[in-house]
């Protein structure tokens, strides 16, 4: 579980540091939410998964499942 929930901990951070270092633009180009959007949901969903460890808690599946869609969106796109 430990291994676990350090892999997803990674996945919110990298999701988090992508997002602040993206410029704003290309969230209106990818067609989705604008940055600021972003940041304070991949925020709290970092934040929730320090306080809430557990890796299989629906509140840390909910922010992984954020992150990943994220991760899809904005660096998936071509743009």
């Known amino acids: ?3 676990l929930s350090l892999a997803l901990f990674a996945v919110k951070a990298f ?3 992508d997002c602040l270092t993206r410029a704003p633009a ?9 940055k600021s959007s ?3 949901i991949l ?3 970092l934040a929730a998964h ?3 460890w557990s ?3 629906l509140l840390n599946l909910v922010g992984t499942v954020a992150a990943l869609v994220y991760l899809a969106q904005l660096r998936g796109s071509r743009v």
């Open 1 to 3: 579980m430990l291994v």
């Open 15 to 17: 999701a988090l540091v």
């Open 26 to 34: 290309r969230f209106a180009v990818a067609d989705t939410l604008p």
């Open 38 to 40: 972003w940041l304070v």
């Open 43 to 45: 925020g709290l969903t």
């Open 50 to 52: 320090l306080v809430l």
């Open 55 to 57: 890796p299989l808690s």
